[in-house]
């Protein structure tokens, strides 16, 4: 069974940081692209970061280059979204998806929270 559990999102201050982990069940990450989305309350559901099958060239959205990286651990079969520099317009439930055969398939997410 497919299955993405997000973890890792909590109440952090401006200018700090969180890393937010996706443990994957069903299939390898090693052989799927792996994305994370967010979606703040009133906006549409943005893409944040990706990464494709195998590794390799990593892609993120103009809001967060430079600050967020995305990576996989394969023994653990888990995804990262490394989060630095963090700023209130950061806040967002944030999500771990992948394409399928079937379709896109999501986690619960994930609250991040960026306040003083």
């Known amino acids: 069974q497919v299955q993405l559990v997000e973890s890792g999102g909590g109440l952090v201050q401006p200018g700090g940081s969180l890393r937010l982990s996706c443990v994957v069940s069903g299939f390898p990450v090693s052989r799927n692209a792996m994305s994370w989305y967010r979606q703040a309350p009133g906006k549409e559901r943005e893409a944040v970061a990706s990464?494709?099958?195998?590794?390799?060239?990593?892609n993120y959205a103009d809001s967060v280059k430079g600050r967020f990286t995305i990576s996989t651990d394969n023994a653990k079969n888990t995804v990262y979204l490394q989060m630095n520099s963090l700023k209130p317009e950061d806040t967002a439930v944030y999500y771990c998806s992948a394409p399928r055969s079937t379709g896109w398939v999501w986690g619960q997410g994930t609250q991040v929270t960026v306040s003083s």
């Open positions: 990464i494709p099958s195998g590794g390799g060239y990593t």
